[in-house]
């Protein structure tokens, strides 16, 4: 949406762009948010940016991060908060910021998948272990600033590292989930969280599950009685004991 609303010209980029002196002398806080938002141009490394997106942060969330989602959006929140601690050292500032995170994911999921087999462009046949530093080398082929790309890797070494590394080595697990972020993901009713310390919402989505039961009620009687049809079908026709016993029972009454 950023890259289209920037193609019809209704902004200029460099109102959404990180920079700190704005940030503190002119208040215009949301530059801190709005520069993970925008991916450049279109173009060839943004439509490879997307994919990457597409394919390995939904294979991350389905896989290691399956029945996880509060700790999948604690470590898109610390990427973002170390990526802008790295920027506060004017050699590593860098205006735009959603090309790092999207090397922080392929980072973490070449680190958890590290034996899948990957084909780029068709041509080379690589372990998943190597992916971040193949896009990295594409990246500079192709011209591209390629100091985003270093800082998410880092950026994602760093999450890894905390979260993985640390403990297998004998470390204690300090880096948990915040509770806010249990709440907030709780409040929206969005994705599950196992040994969540807060329950869900019940009134998070009330509307739209409702529908969803009355349908899938819908579907699990029209199957049933399909099936007792087909059953019906396929038994010989046999004699119905309580035909008319409705009938009868009635006719009883009228002669009491």
């Given amino acids: 949406m950023t890259t289209a609303a920037y193609y019809l010209q209704l902004y200029d980029p460099r109102s959404i762009a990180l920079s700190y002196s704005d940030v503190i002398k002119r208040l215009q806080v949301w530059r801190i948010f709005t520069n993970f938002f925008f991916l450049g141009p279109f173009s060839l490394p943004f439509a490879l940016h997307l994919i990457m997106i597409a394919r390995y942060g939904v294979s ?4 290691p991060f399956d029945k996880r989602t509060a700790d999948y959006v604690w470590m898109l929140i610390f990427g973002a908060l170390s990526l802008l601690v790295m920027a506060a050292v004017p050699f590593l ?10 090397f922080m994911i392929i980072y973490i999921w070449g680190r958890e998948f590290p034996n899948a087999r990957i084909n780029i462009y068709g041509l080379v046949s690589l372990k998943g272990f190597y992916l971040p530093w193949a896009m990295l ?5 192709f011209g591209n600033p390629i100091k985003p790309d270093i800082l998410g890797m880092l950026a994602g070494h760093l999450y890894y590292f905390l979260t993985v590394l640390h403990p297998l080595a004998g470390g204690k697990y300090i880096f948990k989930t915040p509770l806010l972020v249990h709440k907030f993901v709780a409040y929206w009713g969005e994705g599950t969280q196992i040994n969540s310390p807060v329950q869900r919402d019940p009134a998070a989505g009330v ?50």
Avoid at 60 to 63: I, K, P, V
Avoid at 93 to 102: E, K, L
Avoid at 137 to 141: E, G, H, Q, R, V
């Fill in 60 to 63: 991350l969330e389905r896989g």
């Fill in 93 to 102: 500032w860098s205006p735009f910021m959603g090309v790092s995170i999207v």
């Fill in 137 to 141: 080398a594409l990246d500079l082929i």
């Fill in 207 to 256: 509307a739209f599950r409702g529908r969803s039961y009355r349908l899938s009620g819908t579907q699990t009687r029209t199957a049933e009685q399909t099936d007792t049809n087909t059953s019906t079908a396929a038994s010989p026709p046999q004699q119905n004991q309580a035909d008319g016993v409705a009938f009868r029972g009635r006719s009883y009454r009228l002669n009491e």
